[in-house]
């Protein structure tokens, strides 16, 4: 195997299940605690400054720094060190194996290939003349859940541009879409089922507006973007009921809204509002629906943006497609986008393989992913204002 191979292997074999989920045996997740600790390792050894970033209790993101010649610029390579639940995995996923050119175990694709691949390129950068502005290795926590590590991570660091890894099948992302997930509660009364009457079946209210809502879904399709094609909702969870000879007085939906660039979560909440409004009630139910648990705008990086330039460059330097393209999922970067830092998604794998029964990675993306990274973070940062002072503000 390479080195990014044999670095990704170790990565695979620690069990970093994000705490949200469980993990073998159905306990919750253990969280990155032990990868953040190898990651520091990994930097130490090689001479590489690091910096602990405490962002909740036995979670730290990890940041490595190799200067540049130019200290008031900086970009940045971030990757999550979390993952999701290895239930329903048909392979083994914390005991990685190569066959047939590729690494399978929970992880391997999404995102420890990527973070593998750059923690080489940071090495590279750190022995090699040095880069033209200092280059931070952001390593993350909570990319799966509720995007902690990063939301963080740009309170406390300011850069020029960034490049965020997810399984992008060695394709420059420039859009992802954003999303915004709710739920709404229908309240009704409980009865003996034999005197139905008597109560008001918060199921039945549900049913409604589950129609409701499919049929408003249908209506996202003619919302487009040329990169991600069209906005999509999804009724996802419905929870109701407690026993078959009670009537249910409380039943629970949970939606999930896949947001284009421009639109607005808040916009969009409330055409859920108007639509929850249309629904015939049933007698003594009522309806409410909540704030949202998690809302992740768009990301729109613009083709002529610096970051994107630079992309380009590596991309062309290794034979790879130089075009950008869109994704329908969600990552780190449009933090970054928000904090007013340029940012692409790039790395090796495919969405397909990431959170499968069998995930992997093919070996060969790692190292051509880690020359790429590297050769992002070679190309120079264009002049003007500097943006900070260098080093990150860590509290």
Not at 37 to 63: C, H, K, M, Y
Not at 194 to 220: E, Y
Request: hydrophobic share 45%; charged share 20%.
């Amino acid at each position: 195997m390479t080195a990014v191979a044999d670095t990704l292997a170790v990565l695979v074999a620690i069990d970093s299940v994000n705490p949200a989920y469980p993990t073998l045996g159905g306990a919750p997740g253990p969280g990155e605690g032990a990868v953040a600790a190898w990651v520091e390792q990994f930097l130490g050894d090689r001479g590489i400054r690091t910096v602990i970033q405490p962002v909740l209790p036995g979670r730290s993101n990890v940041l490595g720094i190799v200067p540049g010649r130019d200290p008031a610029r900086r970009v940045v390579l971030e990757a999550h060190m979390d993952t999701v639940s290895p239930a329903g995995m048909t392979i083994a996923p914390f005991a990685p194996r190569v066959e047939a050119g590729r690494l399978h175990g929970r992880g391997a694709c999404d995102v420890k290939g990527g973070l593998a691949a750059m923690l080489h390129a940071l090495a590279d950068l750190a022995v090699g003349p040095p880069p033209p502005a200092e280059v931070v290795l952001a390593a993350v926590i909570d990319e799966e859940h509720a995007f902690r590590g990063v939301s963080r991570l740009v309170e406390h660091l300011r850069a020029d541009r960034a490049v965020v890894a997810e399984p992008t099948d060695l394709r420059i992302v420039t859009a992802t879409k954003g999303v915004l997930r709710f739920r709404i509660h229908v309240q009704g009364r409980a009865a003996h089922t034999s005197k139905p009457w008597l109560g008001a079946n918060a199921i039945s209210q549900a049913a409604r507006l589950v129609v409701a809502l499919d049929a408003f879904h249908a209506t996202l399709a003619a919302r487009s973007h040329p990169l991600l094609g069209s906005a999509t909702g999804t009724v996802s969870m419905i929870d109701g009921g407690v026993q078959i000879n009670i009537v249910p007085e409380a039943c629970m939906l949970a939606v999930d809204r896949r947001l284009l660039p421009g639109e607005a979560a808040d916009a969009a909440l409330d055409e859920y509002r108007g639509v929850v409004a249309t629904v015939e009630p049933v007698t003594g139910c009522r309806v409410v629906i909540d704030d949202p648990f998690l809302v992740d705008e768009a990301l729109d990086t613009g083709a002529d943006r610096p970051v994107v330039a630079a992309a380009r460059a590596a991309a062309e330097s290794l034979g790879l497609d130089t075009g950008i393209v869109g994704v329908p999922y969600g990552s780190d970067a449009s933090k970054f986008a928000r904090a007013g830092i340029d940012a692409i998604v790039f790395g090796p794998g495919s969405i397909d393989q990431a959170h499968a029964a069998d995930e992997f990675v093919a070996v060969e993306a790692l190292e051509t992913a880690r020359v790429f990274y590297r050769e992002w973070a070679r190309t120079p940062v264009s002049p003007g204002q500097p943006r900070q002072p260098p080093g990150p503000r860590v509290p």
